[in-house]
């Protein structure tokens, strides 16, 4: 079953315009949240996570995100967007199972900013 | 800081090759996870290792091989290489339980098998 799923395969969105970027898993146990980063050619960066405490989690480059533990979702957002969030962004789940620890991640969204 | 080493960042094979890709951390991280990106799927576990001396099957297994006998250096095998192995593979270590809880990942090997 699909731990993670990210509905949005493509996101193209104007220049200084809001961006959501929506992320839903399943999980009936407690789940570490996080939203990471590929730019072209390169490797993943995280950008937030949620692993306890207030909701409403910020990171990097103005992006945040809320944890909504009776939607089960973690949407990513930001207010405005530059041409440099042009990537690939990916969300992850951190599940506890009997044989340790494993990240799990959605198919990713390709966000395009367009000037 | 070198953070997570790859190598090697470009192969090709073809298909019955074998070969064996490896992930060095210096980070003295518990955990390491070989992961496998293809377009519209994300990146899907392989196989992961929560210390040294012990691996455990990811997502998608099959067609792999896993040591970790040192607790820097996470290897991923392939004993016969089929084109449908064809893809970026990334490696990844953590520290789990720690507030600054994350995924270090590797630069990437982008590997084609003919």
């Known amino acids: 079953a699909q731990s993670v799923t990210q509905l949005d395969s493509q996101v193209p969105v104007f220049e200084e315009a809001p961006v959501e970027l929506r992320c839903n898993y399943s999980s009936s146990v407690s789940v570490y949240l996080f939203w990471y980063v590929q730019y072209p050619n390169q490797g993943l960066q995280l950008l937030l996570k949620?692993?306890?405490?207030?909701?409403l989690v910020k990171g990097i480059n103005g992006f945040e995100a809320e944890f909504n533990k009776s939607q089960t979702s973690f949407h990513l957002r930001k207010p405005s967007v530059h041409i440099s969030d042009t990537a690939e962004y990916f969300c992850a789940v951190r599940m506890v199972r009997n044989t340790g620890n494993q990240f799990y991640f959605g198919t990713g969204t390709s966000l395009t900013v367009i000037p | 800081n070198a953070g997570v080493t790859q190598t090697p960042k470009f192969r090709v094979l073809k298909t019955g090759q074998s070969m064996t890709l490896l992930c060095a951390q210096d980070?003295?991280?518990?955990?390491m996870y070989w992961y496998r990106q293809d377009p519209g799927m994300g990146l899907r576990l392989i196989h992961y290792?929560?210390?040294?001396?012990?691996?455990a099957k990811g997502e998608v297994p099959d067609g792999y091989n896993v040591s970790r006998l040192k607790k820097q250096n996470f290897l991923l095998g392939l004993e016969s290489a089929a084109p449908s192995q064809t893809s970026v593979y990334f490696c990844a270590s953590s520290y789990v339980g720690h507030p600054n809880e994350k995924l270090f990942f590797g630069s990437g090997t982008q590997l084609s098998v003919l």
């Open positions: 980070m003295n991280h518990e955990y």
């Open positions: 290792s929560v210390g040294e001396g012990t691996t």
């Open positions: 949620y692993l306890s405490g207030s909701t």
